[in-house]
């Protein structure tokens, strides 16, 4: 009997196989020169927010009501500064990108602590703290590194390349299941 699944299956595992491949040795290549991803990443992040804020300044000019216009003109000028700010100094916009990462890793970090201490009922709910407590950990750590400008500059850099990896690794793990899964129904 021919399953369309399994043939889907025997079809498309190598694809999984080579894209997470790809993926890793992209990983690897961010690992090894995590600043200048980071300043990729960096400026990738100021051209959304220069572009975010020339629609919204080009928005402003439909909204007849001055003192809606005022939000959005606001609002577009710090997209816009923010932009420019990011693109024309890269390397001081990748730290603050980094600072902000940190922050929001300690403040997440806190708020699982939070939730798992308010949530006893729940199963697991050591398992969300403990990960809470790591995660405020390793964000008060990396947040006392920031005065290393070697450090906050590769930190970002680190966590795609790291990501990215981890991310090609398990499509090669996910695309050698399928095909083993194919291999048996057939």
């Known amino acids: ?32 020169l995590p600043v200048a991803v980071g300043v990729t990443i960096t400026s990738i992040i100021g051209t959304t927010f220069l572009m975010s804020g020339l629609v919204q300044a080009y928005h402003t000019f439909t909204i007849p009501e001055w003192r809606i216009k005022l939000w959005y003109v606001l609002s577009a000028v710090l997209y816009i500064v923010g932009g420019l700010f990011i693109l024309f100094k890269p390397l001081a916009g990748l730290v603050t990108i980094t600072m902000l990462m940190v922050i929001t890793m300690i403040f997440n ?62 499509f090669v793990f996910l695309g050698l299941q399928m095909k083993k899964v194919a291999q048996q129904v057939q």
């Open 1 to 32: 009997m021919n399953n369309p699944i399994s043939n889907i299956m025997a079809r498309g595992w190598k694809w999984f196989v080579i894209v997470g491949a790809i993926i890793a040795l992209i990983g690897l290549g961010a690992i090894s």
């Open 109 to 170: 970090g806190v708020t699982r602590i939070i939730f798992g201490m308010s949530n006893k009922n729940l199963g697991g709910w050591t398992w969300i703290v403990l990960s809470g407590v790591i995660s405020t950990a390793i964000g008060l750590y990396f947040f006392s590194m920031l005065d290393d400008p070697t450090f906050s500059m590769s930190l970002l850099g680190i966590f795609v390349g790291i990501s990215l990896l981890f991310e090609g690794i398990s």
